[in-house]
């Protein structure tokens, strides 16, 4: 899911610099939204792993 991130990262970058401003908005509002879920889903998987982990 990070390599995902990075990719529209990288993507949103390049288009910046070389002008495209719409696409390069798009792609950081997709890698913020990915990297959401990923932290969500880190978070949760922690909070199980500890629960599970004293029982």
Do not use: C, Q
Request: net charge positive.
């Amino acid at each position: 899911m990070l390599t995902w991130v990075l990719i529209f990262l990288v993507i949103s970058l390049i288009a910046g610099a070389l002008g495209f401003t719409g696409i390069a908005v798009a792609a950081a509002g997709i890698a913020k939204i990915i990297f959401f879920i990923f932290i969500t889903l880190f978070i949760i998987a922690l909070v199980l792993l500890l629960v599970a982990g004293r029982g």
